[in-house]
């Protein structure tokens, strides 16, 4: 599976539309480049519905929300729905700021993504309108499986998919579970390395024949060219790296160092 999506994407050059946030959108345009997709970032709310019913998937990103940029994705979510185009709702920032977790529940309710995208402490907010955490890294100390049970719990409520981001990335359909294993510290030391991460999401999404196997190509696509990138030299040359190893890994060094466990 890995290596055919990894192929298939290359060959077919799919248009992937991204609402996201100005820190990282360079980022995630860039990740798409790297991986065969053409990334559109489109967010006027003239413009969001039409390049989204064109699209072969789309990103909707929570990350530093604008009034202008809520409306835009609202209009792209519905037009999503009613043409059929699979979406990503990354949903940055709902563990601390209310305001992004109320609208990212009322679109979870109105219009169904294909993958919800999180890490653990935002996924847990999710599920639970008590839980709170700072900023919008997940809180240390999180156990895994209460992110295990709170993605399966959405997964199941929402129809739809699950990718809680961490240590170990896990995927869900809410029977379904997989641990993606793969990753460096490092990826901690740049900013937007989540928020590609829901990136290649979409652009796998766009080809894949399920939203499960989408959400784990690129949980295993970041986390390996991550490993691969590793360096010494600081967080600079990192950055640098990871992009040159998006472009040019291949599907056979995926397949061999792919590290899934599956429930």
Known sequence: MIKKLHEILRERHPLIHCITNPISINQCANAILAVGGRPMMAEHPLEAPVITANAGAVLLNLGNITDVRMESMRLSAETAREKHVPYVLDVCGVASLPNRREYALSLLQETMPSVIKGNYSEILA??????????????????????????????????????????????????????????????????????????????????????????????????????????????????????????????????????????
């Open 126 to 263: 999710l599920h639970d309108p008590e839980y709170y955490a700072s900023g919008v890294d997940a809180e240390d100390g999180v156990h895994e499986e209460k992110v295990v049970s709170a993605a399966k719990v959405l997964a199941q409520k929402y129809a739809t998919v699950v990718l809680a981001s961490g240590q170990t990335d896990l995927i869900t359909d809410g029977k379904r579970l997989s641990r993606c294993k793969n990753g460096t510290p490092q990826l901690a030391t740049i900013t937007g390395t989540g928020c590609m991460q829901g990136a290649l999401c979409a652009a796998y999404l766009s080809v894949a024949e399920d939203a499960l196997s989408a959400a784990v190509m690129a949980a295993v696509m970041l986390g390996v060219c991550g490993q691969l990138a590793e360096t010494e030299k600081g967080s600079g040359s990192f950055g640098v790296n990871l992009m040159d190893r998006l472009s040019t890994v291949t599907g056979e060094k995926l397949e061999e160092m792919k590290l899934l466990e599956e429930d």
